[in-house]
């Protein structure tokens, strides 16, 4: 089973950058602070026309590319992370939806910082988490948000922005940001 998670994943990778537009989906892979260019409408810059109809459908695996983001194997969990970003890109409200009710599997990815090999995968989370809360706002969107669990990660970011690394800094503190912004009724 094992062996295939890795294919698999790079399939879904394939169907997001096609969604996405491949040259514009690596450069949100390699660089995913690029996620919140053109982001404040919530539209998408790339091409209708030339998507995939049902790439929306991806968003219901968010918790899927999350749990694989956490796993050891850094080749699997780097795809998914990437996979991460590319459908926040391609599906942003259903994306969103499903990191937002996903977020104790967040608290687990952000936890293991320290221990992190992948700094890269990090600041993909962290700027998945920003975004998602950005889109919650933007949107208007009625979700049930775990306030200690908000609480939990805010700590962590907290942490991460005493980091010594610059970009690790940045995201954790865009996300922080983003994180304050959310409302605290219950």
């Not at 537009?21 to 450069?27: A, K, T, W």
């Not at 053109?38 to 790339?46: E, L, T, V, Y």
């Not at 975004?131 to 200690?148: G, T």
């Amino acid at each position: 089973m094992e062996d295939f998670i890795e294919p698999t994943l790079r399939l879904c990778r394939a169907f997001l950058l096609r969604s996405v537009g491949s040259v514009r989906g690596s450069r949100f892979a390699k660089e995913p602070v690029r996620l919140f260019e053109n982001s404040s409408d919530g539209a998408s810059a790339f091409d209708q026309n030339e998507c995939i109809r049902d790439i929306m459908d991806f968003g219901e695996n968010v918790g899927v590319l999350l749990e694989l983001t956490h796993l050891n194997e850094i080749n699997v969990a780097d795809l998914a992370s990437e996979c991460l970003i590319l459908l926040l890109k391609a599906a942003p409200r259903e994306a969103t939806t499903g990191f937002l009710t996903n977020l104790p599997k967040v608290s687990l990815i952000l936890e293991s910082w320290r221990q992190s090999a992948s700094h890269l995968l990090l600041q993909r989370i962290l700027i998945a988490l920003g975004y998602s809360c950005r889109q919650y706002l933007s949107h208007a969107m009625i979700l049930s948000i775990s306030l200690p669990e908000i609480s939990k990660i805010e700590g962590i970011v907290s942490q991460v922005k005493s980091s010594t690394i610059p970009s690790l800094v940045d995201a954790a503190s865009h996300a922080a940001l983003e994180l304050q912004r959310l409302p605290r009724c219950i």
